[in-house]
């Protein structure tokens, strides 16, 4: 069984940072991409960033390129968000995901909700002002 755990969210003021981890387990971590997707009240939920299988490569959402940075390899099978000059509009519940195939176009295409069949159960990131 599929499961992703998130946790490192909390409560920051604007500027900060925030490193949220998302720990998988019950599948091949290497062979399957791992997302990171945010939802704010009242919004429908969008990509922040993925990273790839294999060769590991990235693609982060133009909100949050520059800012964020996507990786994995710290600890076993978990995936990071590292989150830096944190703004009043990054507050969402971030949460990680896989999709359900090794096979996906490139990120750019492939970074979407849609495409992502089993998630994690959320962790609440809120940037006060």
């Known amino acids: 069984e599929v499961q992703l755990v998130e946790s490192g969210g909390g409560l920051v003021q604007a500027g900060g940072s925030l490193r949220l981890s998302c720990a998988a387990s019950?599948?091949?971590?290497?062979?399957?991409?791992i997302g990171w997707f945010r939802q704010a009240p009242g919004q429908e939920r969008e990509a922040v960033s993925c990273i790839g299988s294999t060769f590991r490569g990235t693609y982060y959402s133009d909100s949050v390129k520059g800012r964020f940075t996507i990786s994995s390899g710290n600890a076993k099978n978990t995936v990071y968000l590292q989150m830096n000059s944190l703004k009043p509009k990054d507050t969402a519940v971030y949460y990680c995901a896989t999709p359900p195939t090794t096979k996906l176009p490139g990120l750019r295409i492939s970074c979407a909700p849609n495409v992502f069949s089993d998630w994690g159960q959320g962790t609440q990131v809120t940037i006060s002002s």
């Open positions: 019950g599948f091949t971590f290497d062979d399957y991409a």
